[in-house]
């Protein structure tokens, strides 16, 4: 019998721009998370266990909110935690350093609790029940041969841009076959009346993105071969970042699948979806957010509450 596949939830961030603890924020009708109903798809979709990682600091509040809603979804439920000093033997820990090391690095947090094909999500990011339903079958039926075999769900950019500032997203590029070809962190892209577009230098230039671009919203799919070659990886991401940009150089799980990619040891299959994503950058998204749950609600989508 193949085993249920595992959800790896990334949900330490501080949420510097929103201002406030985002991944447990009520934002649906009965007071549910966003996080909420990504579990709820998941556990329907026939995912098996959540690891959520998370920071130490917040982990008596997340347990007491949607870690303990999470217990009814009938997943089975772990936690990981992202540490600063969770590093590589012969490195230490910047002094002054106090942001994460980045959506590499939490995965690796929760190594310890991956034993089968997983899928990794952002926990303040609605994402919609067929992401989920796709990664499942494609994770069932995942194993590595002469290549790792991955998938993610790409976006529509326009889909997946704030009203209300900037957001970070993997711009994606596919080849003829629909398996990924390269995908570039962009940290800050906004959109406006001239259209979409991103600075690669903290808003001191601009450049404009096509909005039909498919982008990553950081819901990917990987065997356990992902956490060994992350791990490996680490150190030299480290060695440049301590002297370049020791207090806010991040390790991005993008990054790591570009190189895997270029150097032909992954194929990353990439399953498309349609939807509007909807999440909660900044506050100002936030009754966005609630009127678009409260709709999908009152269509049937979800029952009110979402647990019982």
């Known amino acids: ?38 579990l709820c798809d998941a556990a329907r979709a026939g995912f098996g266990r959540v690891v959520f990682v998370i920071k130490e600091e917040i982990e008596a509040e997340f347990r007491r909110t949607v870690g303990a809603r999470a217990e009814k979804s009938g997943l089975e439920v772990r936690y990981a935690f992202q540490r600063l000093d969770d590093l590589p033997e012969g490195y230490s820990l910047p002094e002054g350093r106090v942001k994460p090391w980045g959506t590499a690095q939490a995965v690796l947090a929760a190594r310890g609790e991956i034993d089968r094909p997983f899928a990794v999500i952002n926990a303040d990011d609605y994402y919609g029940p067929r992401c989920f339903e796709e990664m499942a079958r494609y994770l069932e039926k995942a194993r590595d041969g002469e290549q790792y075999q991955y998938a993610m769900v790409g976006f529509l950019l326009k889909n997946t841009v704030s009203e209300n500032g900037y957001v970070s997203r993997g711009v994606c590029e596919e080849d003829g076959e629909g398996y990924l070809r390269t995908v570039t962190e962009r940290t800050r892209i906004e959109s406006g009346a001239g259209g979409i577009r991103f600075s690669p230098d903290g808003g001191e230039s601009w450049q404009p993105l096509d909005p039909d671009s498919v982008v990553s919203m950081n819901l990917w799919g990987f065997t356990p071969s992902f956490l060994t070659e992350t ?13 370049t940009d020791p207090l806010k150089a991040e390790y991005f799980l993008p990054g790591v699948v570009s190189q895997l990619i270029e150097e032909g040891k992954a194929r990353v299959k990439v399953l498309r979806s349609p939807d509007k994503w909807y999440g909660v950058t900044y506050q100002a998204d936030r009754p966005l957010v609630a009127a678009a749950l409260a709709e999908k609600t009152r269509e049937g989508q979800y029952p009110s509450p979402l647990w019982q």
Do not use: C, H, N, T
């Open 1 to 38: 019998m193949e085993q249920k596949p595992i959800l790896v939830v990334m949900a330490a961030g501080m949420g510097s721009r929103y201002g406030g603890l985002k991944q447990i924020d009520p934002v649906g009708p009965a007071g549910e998370a966003i996080l909420d109903y990504s």
């Open 231 to 243: 791990g490996e990886r680490f150190a030299a991401f480290l060695e440049k970042a301590l002297q």
